[in-house]
C-alpha cells in the first residue's frame, strides 16, 4: 500500500537530527508453541517440535542422518512464525514503511475494503494505539460458523471463490492468518444478523471462542483487534504519517470509502483524480485538463506536467504496486501506441511519456504478484488486452480534444528538444571524461558479476564508503563475485543547483558515475543495489545526504525504481568471555547488556573503520534462506515519500543557509551538537 513515489525519509531523519541512525535490531524468537529446542553440533542443527518429534539419528560417518524422522509437521500457525518472512516480506520495527507491522494492518484493513468493493458498507473505524490495533466495517460480517477457520486456518477463505469475492486485494486467505499469528494478541469478532461470534488468540494458539446474541442494534460488520508480537518484531512502533498515506490511497481508490482512524477521516469523492491533483501540488500544474478513463477492468488518469520525469501510481485490485509490472508497462506502450496513431508519427516513448503523470488501476481475478508482499505485477496474459485498449481510448481522446492534442504535442516537442540539447551535451562531456579516466577508476574496486551478467550478476552491488578505513574493513570481507566498493576521498561536492554537465566537472562525482555506469543513460546501471556505507556520525550523515543529493537531483529515477540504500551497521558491541551480541539500537544494547549479565563488555562503533574485517563479513554477507532478521546484511531502501515534496526537502537541507533552517538547527539540534 502507499504511493511509490515517497519522500526521502532517510535524508530527513539523518539531516534532522543525530540519532542512531542504524536500523534496529530484530530479534526473531524462536517460536513459543512451536520450537522447543535449538542443538547445534558441529555444523549441523536438529530442530525438535513441540509435538516430541523425535531428533534426527546419528551415525559416526553421518552427524545427521537424513530419515523419515527428519520430516516435520507443523500445525496451525505454526509455519508462519517459523518463516514469516515468507508471509509479511520482512519484520523491522516500523522505521521502514514495508516493515512487517504495516503488512500486518493492510491485510486487517484490506479485508474492510474488500467488503466495500463488493458492495457492502461504507464506514471503516481504525484505532491505532500504544502499537493495539483496532479495526471495525460495517460489511456482511464473516459467516459465523467459519470465523475460527477464517482467521487460523491458511486454506480457507471466501476469496478463493470468485462468486463471492471478485478482484479482492486479500492473499488468497492467507493475510489475516499472518496477522493472527504474529500477533501476542489477536481477537476478532463477526456480527451477523442479531449473533456474533468471537474467537481470541496469543501468538497463533486459539484461547477462546463462543457464539451467541449481539447486543441490540449492533450492526453487522467484522472487528479485528490485535498487538504485533515483540518477540518477533523487537521494540517497534507505528509511525501515523506512513499509516495515513496507506489511508489516503485506499480512500483514493475507493470513492465513497469513509475511513475513520484516531478520529482523522480519509474520504475521496474523485478517487485518481484527487490522488493525481495532490501529488501535482494542485491542477494548476496541468499542462490540459485531466483525462479521465474508466473501463471495466481498466481505470487511469492522467496529465502531463512541465517536468521531465514520469510519475506512475499503479493499483492492482486496490493494490499499491510500487515496483510496477506488466500492467504499467503494457499502459505505457499502449499510451505511446495511440499518441502515434492520432499523429501518425514514430514519436520515442520516452518523449511520449515525459512530464506524465497517471493513476492508474486494473481488476484482475486471478493477479499473480512477483513476491508475496505483492509490489510487482507478472500477468502477462494481460499485455496484449491493455495495450489494445489504452491505445484506443487515447487515441479517441485526443480526436475529441483538439487542443489537448495541440497541447500534448508541444510537449512532445520540448521533450524532443530537451533530451537532444542534454544528450548532446552529456555525450561530449562523456567523451571528454572518458579520455581522463584510465582503465581501472581510481578507488573503484569492482566486483566479478555485474547486472547486465543475467542471473550471476542479480544481486550485485556497490558500496560507496568515505575514507581508506572504512574501505579496508570491507575489502578484506567481501565477497569479490557481487560486491564492488567505490571509496570517496572525504564529502564529496554539495551538487544542489548545479546543472547535471557539472558532474563531469567534479573529479570524484565523475568517476562514481563511471563507475555505476550511468554516464549515458540509468539504463546502463552495473549493479543492482547501490548502499552508501558512512559513518553513524554527524560527518557521515552529512555525506550520506551529499551523496543522496546527487542521486536525487540526476538520477531521481534510480531512487524511484528501488536501487539506493543505506547500509546500517551494528552501534554496539556486547560480549563476555562465552558470547558476543551485535546491536543496532539503544534498546537492543540495553537487553543484551541483560542478557550477559555483570562483567560484560560494550563498545560503541563510531566508524567502520573500527569493525575489523573479520567482525565486518558477517554484516555485509546476504542472509540465507530460514535465518532470523538479526544475521546477515541490513539495508535500508532510500525511497520517496512523495515527489512533490522532494525540490522543497533538498532545498531547505541542500540549498543556502536560511533563516527557517537555521532556526530549525537551534531549536532542534543545539543540544546534540558534540563539543
Not at 481508490?253 to 494542485?282: A, H, Q, T, Y
Not at 479517441?396 to 510537449?411: F, I, M, Q, S, T
Amino acid at each position: 500500500m502507499g504511493v511509490e513515489k515517497k519522500s526521502v525519509k532517510a535524508a530527513e531523519k539523518s539531516a534532522a537530527k543525530k540519532t542512531d541512525a542504524a536500523a534496529k535490531t530484530v530479534k526473531t524468537a524462536k517460536t513459543e508453541e512451536t520450537v522447543k529446542s535449538i542443538k547445534t553440533e558441529k555444523a549441523a542443527e536438529t530442530v525438535a517440535v513441540e509435538k516430541k518429534v523425535p531428533a534426527a539419528k546419528k551415525s559416526p560417518e553421518n552427524p545427521v542422518v537424513y530419515d523419515e524422522n527428519s520430516i516435520l509437521h507443523l500445525e496451525g500457525l505454526e509455519h508462519i512464525r517459523l518463516r514469516p518472512g515468507m508471509y509479511i516480506g520482512s519484520l523491522g520495527d516500523g522505521t521502514n514503511e514495508n516493515d512487517g507491522i504495516y503488512i500486518l494492518l493492510k491485510e486487517g484493513v484490506d479485508n474492510s475494503v474488500d467488503e466495500f468493493s463488493q458492495g457492502y458498507g461504507d464506514k471503516i473505524d481504525i484505532e491505532i494505539k500504544d502499537g493495539h490495533v483496532k479495526i471495525r466495517d460495517y460489511g456482511r460480517g464473516i459467516p459465523l460458523g467459519k470465523l475460527e477457520q477464517c482467521v487460523s486456518d491458511v486454506n480457507t477463505g471466501a476469496k478463493y471463490n470468485n462468486s463471492v469475492f471478485k478482484q479482492a486485494i486479500g492473499m488468497n486467505g492467507v493475510g489475516i492468518k499472518a496477522t493472527n499469528a504474529l500477533s501476542s494478541y489477536f481477537r476478532a469478532a463477526s456480527i451477523r444478523d442479531g449473533k456474533m461470534a468471537v474467537v481470541e488468540y496469543q501468538r497463533g494458539v486459539k484461547k477462546s471462542a463462543h457464539i451467541g446474541d449481539a447486543k441490540p442494534g449492533v450492526k453487522n460488520g467484522t472487528y479485528l483487534e490485535f498487538v504485533p508480537d515483540t518477540e518477533m518484531f523487537g521494540k517497534y512502533n507505528f509511525n501515523m504519517e506512513m499509516v495515513e498515506k496507506r489511508l489516503w490511497n485506499y480512500a483514493y481508490l475507493n470513492p465513497g470509502l469513509k475511513i475513520n482512524c484516531n478520529g482523522n477521516i480519509f474520504l475521496s469523492e474523485k478517487g485518481l483524480e484527487d490522488l493525481i491533483v495532490r501529488e501535482m501540488d494542485g491542477a494548476k500544474n496541468s499542462l490540459y485538463k485531466l483525462f479521465s478513463y474508466k473501463g471495466e477492468n481498466l481505470e487511469f488518469v492522467l496529465s502531463h506536467t512541465s517536468s521531465l520525469d514520469k510519475f506512475v501510481y499503479s493499483f492492482v485490485n486496490g493494490q499499491s504496486t510500487d515496483d510496477g509490472g506488466t500492467h504499467v508497462t503494457s499502459f505505457l506502450d499502449g499510451f505511446t501506441k495511440g499518441v502515434n496513431s492520432f499523429f501518425k508519427k514514430q514519436y520515442d516513448e520516452k518523449d511520449v511519456t515525459a512530464g506524465l503523470i497517471v493513476g492508474l488501476k486494473i481488476g484482475l481475478d486471478n493477479p499473480m504478484f512477483t513476491s508475496q508482499t505483492k509490489n510487482k505485477l507478472g500477468n502477462v496474459e494481460i499485455r496484449g488486452p491493455i495495450i489494445q485498449e489504452t491505445q484506443a481510448v487515447v487515441d479517441d481522446w485526443l480526436r475529441h480534444n483538439p487542443d489537448v492534442a495541440g497541447a500534448l504535442e508541444e510537449k512532445i516537442i520540448r521533450n524532443m528538444k530537451a533530451r537532444d540539447e542534454i544528450n548532446n551535451v552529456t555525450a561530449k562531456q562523456v567523451r571528454d571524461a572518458a579520455k581522463t579516466i584510465s582503465f581501472q577508476i581510481p578507488k573503484l574496486k569492482d566486483c566479478r558479476y555485474h547486472l547486465q551478467d543475467g542471473t550471476k550478476g542479480e544481486n550485485s552491488m556497490i558500496f560507496i564508503t568515505e575514507g581508506d578505513s572504512a574501505t579496508g574493513s570491507m575489502v578484506g570481507s567481501r565477497d569479490v563475485s557481487y560486491q564492488a566498493i567505490f571509496s570517496l576521498r572525504g564529502k564529496p561536492e554539495n551538487m544542489y543547483g548545479r546543472k547535471k554537465t557539472a558532474l563531469f566537472e567534479n573529479e570524484e562525482l565523475k568517476n562514481l558515475t563511471f563507475s555505476l555506469g550511468i554516464q549515458n543513460d540509468i539504463e546502463g546501471l552495473r549493479y543492482s543495489k547501490i548502499v552508501i556505507a558512512t559513518d553513524a556520525d554527524n560527518d557521515g550523515f552529512h555525506i550520506r545526504n551529499l551523496v543522496m543529493t546527487y542521486f536525487l537531483l540526476y538520477f531521481e529515477e534510480l531512487v524511484l525504481r528501488g536501487h539506493l540504500y543505506i547500509l546500517e551497521t551494528p552501534l554496539f558491541r556486547v560480549r563476555n568471555k562465552t558470547k558476543t551480541i551485535y546491536c543496532y539500537s539503544e534498546a537492543s544494547r540495553d537487553k543484551a547488556l541483560k542478557e550477559l549479565g555483570k562483567g560484560c563488555e560494550t563498545t560503541r562503533f563510531k566508524g567502520l573503520g573500527e569493525i575489523s574485517p573479520k567482525e565486518f563479513g558477517q554484516f555485509i554477507r546476504e542472509r540465507k534462506d530460514g535465518e532470523s532478521e538479526d544475521v546477515g546484511i541490513h539495508l535500508t531502501p532510500v525511497n520517496i515519500q512523495t515527489l512533490k515534496n522532494v525540490p522543497a526537502v533538498l532545498e531547505f537541507y541542500m540549498g543556502k543557509n536560511t533563516p527557517e533552517r537555521k532556526d530549525f538547527i537551534v531549536h532542534n539540534l543545539a543540544e546534540e551538537i558534540d563539543a
